[in-house]
């Protein structure tokens, strides 16, 4: 059993406030978009509904760039959260106020940081290689472990995404809100 990587798009940015104190921002997404085709490799990848079923999840990590040095947040210590729904793994960050935190969110908010990367083994049985129009195509039906999702800069899979999120507090207070609640006033 070894560790794979996989990446996706980040797509869907839109800004929410930071959680709390020791926090720059949130970030949510889509770490996992189930039976939709990967990008970016030599064959194409779908993970199916149902491949996390039996995956404990408690002690997944976020990272930046794959790297255990840059952990960004953890399900144990609820900076992290996952929760598997019907259209995949759906993910929630609280960034840390860090330098890395800072420098990631500002990233993402700038368009910069597009990508959202996970790494996983497939456990028994978990996996159906087939033909499909001519390209090699992986089916993964079973993954064992989960350790790590990341925020990376190039994609495997276009489907996932990621979001800065803004609360609807911060937004009525952004000059946004102002001009276009002028707007709706002046019509009337």
């Not at 406030?17 to 020791?22: F, L, R, V, W």
């Not at 019907?86 to 106020?97: H, N, Q, R, V, Y």
């Not at 890395?100 to 456990?123: A, E, M, P, W």
């Not at 925020?151 to 952004?174: C, G, H, L, M």
Request: hydrophobic residues 40%; negative net charge.
């Amino acid at each position: 059993m070894s560790d794979e990587k996989r990446t996706v798009e980040l797509t869907d940015i839109e800004i929410r406030s930071a959680p709390a104190d020791g926090f720059v921002g949130q970030v949510a997404g889509y770490a996992i978009v189930w039976d939709t085709p990967s990008t970016n490799l030599p064959f194409v990848e779908i993970i199916q509904d149902g491949a996390l079923n039996d995956v404990d999840l408690s002690k997944t990590l976020a990272l930046y760039n794959h790297d255990f040095a840059n952990v960004l947040g953890r399900v144990d210590a609820g900076t992290l959260v996952l929760n598997i729904d019907k259209k995949g793994l759906a993910f929630t960050l609280d960034i840390p106020d860090t330098q890395l935190g800072r420098d990631v969110y500002t990233q993402i908010k700038n368009g910069n940081l597009k990508g959202l990367s996970f790494r996983y083994s497939i456990g028994p049985n978990g996996e159906q290689w087939k033909e499909v129009d001519g390209v090699a195509t992986r089916l993964i039906s079973n993954i064992e472990t989960m350790r790590e999702i990341s925020i990376v800069s190039v994609p495997a899979y276009d489907d996932t995404n990621i979001e800065i999120t803004r609360s609807f507090e911060q937004f009525t207070k952004s000059q946004e809100y102002k001009q276009k609640i002028a707007l709706v006033l002046s019509t009337y």
